[in-house]
């Protein structure tokens, strides 16, 4: 997680910063499937993709002291997209998405097995 000073003139050092807001800057990025193209009949992996998100969460105090954390600045790759209620919302929008094409693989080299099983009977 990288953290981005802030414009108050404050101090950032993690403590109690009253003097202004913090924000930091979170990045997840993933290339899936992996794999090298086979030179014989073997299961070929379907290209990758890059699938990234990330989001800014600004941090401040609300009037009665607590601390306080709102995520904005929304950015996917994803096919779809919507702006979620929470942070993690888009988290699992990236987990399930990586679950989907996760699936998808399996499915594949399900299929696979079976025309190599079916030619040696």
């Known amino acids: 997680m990288r953290q981005r000073p802030d414009n108050s003139g404050g101090d950032n050092s993690g403590g109690d910063n009253s003097g202004g807001d913090n924000s930091d800057s979170v990045y997840i990025a993933a290339r899936f499937p992996i794999g090298k193209v086979p030179k014989d009949n073997s299961f070929r992996l379907p290209e990758g993709e890059k699938i990234i ?20 600045d929304h950015f996917s790759t994803l096919p779809s997209g919507c702006i979620p209620d929470h942070d993690i ?13 996760w699936l998808n693989l399996c499915d594949q080299g399900q299929k696979h097995l079976t025309k190599c099983v079916s030619r040696l009977l």
Not at 58 to 71: E, M, N
Not at 89 to 100: C, S, W
């Open 53 to 72: 998100i990330g989001w800014t969460i600004l941090q401040s105090r609300k009037s009665d002291g607590k601390p306080h954390r709102k995520a904005v």
């Open 89 to 101: 919302d888009f988290f699992r929008h990236f987990i399930i998405y990586l679950m989907e094409k």
